[in-house]
């Protein structure tokens, strides 16, 4: 039955989005970041972007990302991303194991909310970015 299910909360796996040092302004890159003290495996990665500019509707392509493992206290980068899609939501999932268990979470960064005004210092890569986890 459904209410049998288990579902285990994801813990100190983030997802950031920050300038990549010594590029030109519209060079961003979405990390992973394993804030965990043990490796994730099996990690996938899906992404969109979708949203509405100017009164049209718009989607991006939707991309897939596999890594074998990531290591403790390890922020990997998933892929670039440019400047002109943030204002649409920027979604995405990652799924993950820890030992046996499966773990699943979706994270999204609304439109406008990669901007300066929102940066933090990002772990692991010590650089301004905006981070959810």
């Given at each position: 039955?459904?209410?049998?299910?288990?579902?285990?909360?994801?813990?100190?796996?983030a997802?950031?989005?920050?300038?990549?040092?010594?590029?030109?302004?519209?060079?961003?890159g979405?990390?992973?970041?394993?804030?965990?003290?043990?490796?994730?495996?099996?990690?996938?990665?899906?992404?969109?972007?979708?949203?509405?500019?100017?009164?049209?509707?718009?989607?991006?392509?939707?991309?897939?990302?596999?890594?074998?493992?990531?290591?403790?206290?390890?922020?990997?980068?998933?892929?670039?991303?440019?400047?002109?899609?943030?204002?649409?939501?920027?979604?995405?999932?990652?799924?993950?194991y820890?030992?046996?268990?499966?773990?699943?979470?979706?994270?999204?960064?609304?439109?406008e909310?990669?901007?300066?005004?929102?940066?933090?210092?990002?772990?692991?890569?010590?650089?301004?970015?905006?981070?959810?986890?």
């Amino acid at each position: 039955m459904k209410k049998d299910l288990e579902i285990p909360q994801v813990e100190n796996v983030a997802v950031a989005i920050v300038k990549e040092p010594n590029r030109d302004d519209d060079e961003w890159g979405v990390y992973l970041i394993n804030l965990k003290n043990e490796p994730i495996s099996n990690v996938f990665v899906t992404s969109t972007g979708y949203g509405e500019v100017n009164g049209e509707r718009l989607k991006t392509s939707t991309l897939r990302h596999f890594f074998e493992t990531v290591a403790p206290d390890t922020a990997i980068k998933v892929e670039p991303i440019m400047d002109f899609t943030f204002g649409l939501s920027n979604e995405y999932w990652v799924s993950f194991y820890v030992g046996e268990q499966i773990y699943d979470k979706q994270y999204v960064f609304l439109p406008e909310t990669i901007n300066p005004s929102n940066f933090t210092r990002i772990p692991l890569l010590d650089r301004k970015g905006v981070m959810i986890g």
